[in-house]
């Protein structure tokens, strides 16, 4: 069986600078650089509840941004085979990070909320039903063990 691949690449950079050293938890820097080729560059942190800033992107904000990132591409291209009309696609989306009693931590639960605000002339149900192939179809959400829960909400002009 063959397989189609395709590679992504990220450069993360941290070095020690004036804050502290790694001999001390509490003190070294969390800031770190992640350079993917041709973009711009992402300044990050740990979360302000692990001593990062809380002025920058943290790997867990971003965990739960790519996964409601790749549900709503998912949904559009969906949308645009099906000739659903969507003219607006926003997502209050929210990690759950659960710490068991051995202190592992893991994003048990991305819950998406994207309200989808189509033209009068498409079908509400229809649309409805693309958030679920969706899911499926988002190779974000395929790749990890994360419980993803869809509330979606499809809105038209006239009943926003």
């Known amino acids: 069986m063959g397989y189609e691949v395709d590679y992504f690449h ?3 950079e941290w070095v020690e600078g004036d804050q502290g050293t790694t ?22 942190s740990a979360a302000p509840q692990y001593k990062g800033s809380p002025i920058l992107h943290n790997p867990e904000e971003l965990f ?39 202190k592992k931590r893991w994003i048990t639960r991305v819950i998406l909320r994207p309200k989808i605000l189509i033209t009068e002339e498409s079908d509400p149900e229809k649309a409805l039903s693309l958030v679920e192939r969706a899911h499926k179809q988002c190779f974000i959400a395929s790749s990890v063990n994360t419980e993803i829960i869809n509330e979606a909400e499809i809105l038209t002009p006239s009943h926003p």
């Open 10 to 12: 990220a450069r993360l």
């Open 23 to 44: 001999l001390d938890y509490g003190a070294y820097s969390r800031t770190h650089h992640v350079k993917c080729p041709e973009k711009p560059e992402i300044v990050m």
């Open 64 to 102: 739960t941004a790519s996964i409601a990132s790749c549900q709503m591409l998912t949904y559009l291209a969906l949308a645009a085979f099906t000739k659903i009309r969507v003219l607006a696609y926003t997502d209050d989306a929210e990690g759950i990070l659960k710490v068991d009693n051995r």
